[in-house]
């Protein structure tokens, strides 16, 4: 199975990692998942609908990453996933 | 349910908080002393036989040594072993140390709590709804104004004291577990029904003690009651964080801005990082211009004992000891004085509590919201991780207040619509310093035309709040709707706030 991650743990980063699957699914582990977990999970969507991504599962382990931030780490997991 | 002044709900039979101002007179209940000699003893379980302890007791304690205390845990535990129910506990701050009172709730030998401060596992248990009575949670000027006036009776006080001496006098200032201060155990002393000294350094006679051993019933000797290198917490450090140092240079700013920085001022401030760069920006503009202060008070520490040592400032107000270095000027320093909680915030202390002679604070904020009310009682989920300590009391005293804080942390925007728990009424909050802007409480047009030609970015904390938003968007704010774990009392013991569990 290819895989791929991008960003830390550290505060303000996103570790993002993604995987093949069938269909779109995004887990979120979020020390702000009371607050923005909407919003992260609509940042991980929409980076997968620009790059036209239909077939993934995403694991975001956030640590109060902003949103382009977490867009990026989704980019980047992808394109290493893509190898 | 009725609403206070700030439109909070509060439970019936209490008191609610209507303004900063406190309305009664000093009411100090009779001080007691006993009359005899304290009796010595070996062991904790000696007082428990000594005392007739019963259910339903209120025991207290004090946390000079902090994160290093161990008198807490050995106190509660020997309570649990003579089979005690229903025990409040009243100690002026709670530290993840005394994790081992969480079964103690959950088995109900503790059933209430009264502090000042908490944080860690007790407090975690607390917000989860394990202790059955709300938890009280004092300022440390309104801890001492409860003990007093009779609010808060203490059948026993438990209290760490690091050398005694066979009259029963004590201090902090020597010893292996030396701590320096012991300004919040003094209304304990004196009003509490019966007096423990628990020491781990018994010598013959003390020169100068700090506490009058005619107030002591027992003295209970053991082999340690405390690690003091926990005295010092993770925080007294001057940042380094880019952000941290801009808030504090701006803050130094504002301060001397306002025309706070002449002969002879008086200046109180936290001990966390940016709070210290502030000071260290202060004390540069100090030298430069010749300027002597005449005393700063608070948590002290090693930068102050420098600041005392170098005759910039005069005299240093100490009620509690945050490091070691400040430990040591205590003993050594004739110009570094010990106060009591009642000098330092009691809102009823005659002439008055020395926070009404500040001229300027600096706070921290865990939340503000847009009428400046502060939080750094609970997190933004309702989780209790502090308490006002000395906040509300020097807020209230000083004549300006100013808080620091970042406009962002880990995402979440520190200002707010409604802060999720009111510590502080923002009636005594005067100027919010972020590393994006500066908000002056619009109370305070006074300050405002003394900051409009300074060239720092002065702008309505709503803009400040809308900024936040741009960059992080605009969070849900969760509520909690369950039930109430925790009564926030101002310092005039109404009652401010109330914390719940997330849901019923």
Known sequence: MKIGSAGTLTSNDALVTVREGVGISVSIESIVDAFFHDQIDWAVKGELARLNVRNIHVTVQDKGALDFTIRARVRTAIERMEG | MNRNSLGREIPDGFYPYDGSEPAQARRPIAMKATPKAPIFL????????????????????????????????????????????????????????????????????????????????????????????????????????????????????????????????????????????????????????????????????????????RYVDYVVTIDSIGDRAGIVSGTTRITKEPVGLKIARDAAAVIDGVGLLKAGFSMQTGAGGTSLAVVADIRKLMIERGIRARFASGGITAQYVEMLEAGLVGALKDVQDFDLDAVESLSRNPKHEAITASQYGNPRYRPAPLVDDLDFVVLGATEIDLDFNVNVTTDSEGKIIGGSGGHADTAHGAKVCVVVTNLVKARLPIIMEKVTTVTTPGSDIDVLVTERGIAVHPRRTDLFDRLRGSGLHILPIRELMDLAHAITGIPVRPTQTGRIVALIRYRDGSIIDVVRTKRP
């Open chain 2, 42 to 213: 070996h062991t904790i379980s000696d007082v428990f036989d000594a005392l007739d302890v019963k259910d339903g007791m209120t025991f207290s304690f004090h946390h000079h040594l902090r994160e290093g205390d161990k008198v807490l845990n050995l106190v509660m535990a020997q309570a649990a072993v003579y089979g005690l129910k229903d025990l409040t506990i009243a100690p002026s701050s709670i530290f993840p140390c005394h994790q081992p009172l969480v079964p103690l709730l959950d088995s109900g030998v503790v059933t209430g709590i009264v502090t000042n401060y908490m944080n860690g596992p007790v407090a975690d248990a607390v917000t989860a709804g394990k202790l059955q009575k709300p938890a009280v949670m004092d300022t440390h000027g309104g801890r001492a104004r409860a003990i007093e006036s009779g609010d808060l009776p203490i059948d026993v006080a438990f209290l760490a004291v690091p050398r005694v001496d066979a009259f029963g006098n004590g201090t902090g200032r020597f010893g292996k577990s030396a701590c320096g201060s012991l300004g919040y155990l003094d209304p304990d002393l004196h009003y509490a029904k019966k007096v423990v000294f628990v020491t781990d350094e018994r010598v013959d006679e003390l020169i100068k003690p700090d506490l009058d051993g």
